[in-house]
C-alpha cells in the first residue's frame, strides 16, 4: 500500500468515525443500549466494521479489539490496521497463522471510556497518558491516528486535552447546568 494510498485511508477513518461518534453512538446512548465501557467498545466495533467494509475488502483492512502493541507494552481498545501483503505471503508460505499480528500495520488506535460515576477523572487521564507517553513514541505507530472516546454520564468538563493533530478527541459529558449530555465535536 502506498503511502498516498495509507493517508487517504486515515482520512476517511477519521471522516468516519466522527460521524459514528455524533450519529450512531450517540443514538444508541440515546436508546439506552449503552451501559458501560464494553458495549461501547462493542457498538462502535460494529459501527466500523459496516462503515468500512469497503475498505476492509479492497485494502485489506482489519479492525481488532484488545490488540497488544508491542513496543508500546499497552492494549489498546480498537484498532484497525491493514494487513501487508508482503508478510501475508510469507505466513501463507510457513503456513505460522499464529503470527498474524506480525503482518498488521496499524492505522488507528482507540480509547475508550464509560464512566456513570464521578470520580472517574483518573481513568479518563490515564488513557490521556498512554496515548501521551506510550503510543505516540512507538516507531511502528509513526502512521496512526489515536483516538480518545470518552463518555461521562456525570458533571465533568469534557474539555480539549491535546494539540497534536494525530489526536481525536470524542467526547460525551453530562452537564448539570443544562441537565443532558453534551456531545463533541458538537454537529
Known sequence: MTDNRKKAIRNRIKEIVKHIWINEIKRDYEKYMLIGEDTLKNVFFFHLRNYLKYEIEKD????????????????????????????????????????IKEAVEPLAIFELKFKSYAGGENDFCSDISKVKKRYENVTEL????????FISEYDFYCHKWSDDERITELTACYNSKIDKMEWYPKE
Open 60 to 99: 485489506n483492512l482489519r479492525i481488532y479489539t484488545e490488540y497488544y502493541v508491542k513496543d508500546a507494552k499497552s492494549k489498546a481498545d480498537i484498532l484497525i490496521g491493514y494487513l501487508n501483503d508482503k508478510t501475508m505471503n510469507m505466513l501463507d508460505e510457513t503456513r505460522e497463522y499464529y503470527c
Open 142 to 149: 509513526d502512521n496512526s491516528d489515536f483516538y480518545l472516546c
